[in-house]
């Protein structure tokens, strides 16, 4: 097996790179994605490898942006747009929504529309309003999308190729923060499919499960309640949807308890859904309500608040502290 340590941005870099040299279809479209390489550097010396027509420097215009992506789906291409900042993706929410992620349906199945959006999205990087969201739930509401996140650089190096193969839309949320965090990535095989949730750290005394960046929160949390004497099992949704509940449902049957955090606010989120499920489908191994931290329910805040407001490990055990109390 062929191994090699890298930045998450590295990887997702690498990740385009194959991807682009297995299929001559796949094209790149983004604001400052060419010879600055992106502002995180994930599309860096792709342009001077493959050319101006295959990596596109675009104008500051998200909606135009996606709309050509939808023409070039059409015509037979498999584009990949980067959305400069998650909250850059609302100037193109309606092409998403009421185009992209609809034209398979409305041509019963007989069109296909190979998009990955690119969205780095969450905080942690110290910036202002519009740069630091996390949108995930607009669109994970939209049928016709799939929307996924990895949390780790081999699953940003495997889980790009997978969305640029698959036939269907796909949202793919990049966790920012985590761009410079190092990993091994294994360049021969898959970790496992698209939209399959994992197990990343196995316990038993509660079920901890998120997406992202969280997942590194999670286990963070996870390792000082070991040293409490509490057993934590950590789970990466890694897809958003669909969600692979399977192995939630069986860690939670095993524990009885579980947690689930999120950047995002937490009114009408994904981990409301989650936790609805949850109880539907383990209600009978419950020993606890599952509990929910979240980001608060307020605009994001200027950076020298940011720290309020993300969940971090200490909340996160606050969580697990009230499901032990039960």
Sequence with gaps: MTRETMTFAKAMNAGLRRAMENDPRVLLMGEDIGKLGGVFRVTEHLERDFGENRVLDTPLAE?????????????GFRPVIEIQFDGFVFPAFDQ???????LTNRH?????????????YGGHIGAIEHHQESPEAYF??????????????????????????SNDPVVFMEPKSRYWQ???VELD???????????????????????????????QA??????????C????LRSLSPIDYDPIVESVRSTGRMVWAQEAPGHTSIGGEIASTVAERAFYSLEAPVMRVSGFDVPFPPAKLEGKYLPDADRVLEAVDRALAF
């Design 63 to 75: 909606a135009g942006i996606v709309g050509t992506a939808i023409g070039l789906a059409m015509g």
């Design 96 to 102: 998403i929504t009421t185009q992209l992620a609809k």
């Design 108 to 120: 019963s199945g007989s069109l296909s529309m190979p998009v990955v959006i690119r969205i780095p």
């Design 140 to 165: 994970t509401h939209t049928a016709g999308l799939r929307v996924v996140s990895p949390s780790t650089p081999n699953d940003a190096y495997w889980m790009i190729q997978e969305a640029i193969a």
């Design 182 to 184: 190092k990993g091994e």
């Design 189 to 219: 095989a898959s970790p496992g499919p698209l939209h399959a949730s994992r197990v990343v750290r196995k316990g038993s005394d509660v079920t901890l499960v998120g997406h992202g960046a969280m997942v590194a929160v999670l286990l």
């Design 222 to 231: 996870a390792a000082i309640a070991e040293g409490e004497g509490t057993s």
């Design 233 to 236: 099992e950590v789970i990466d």
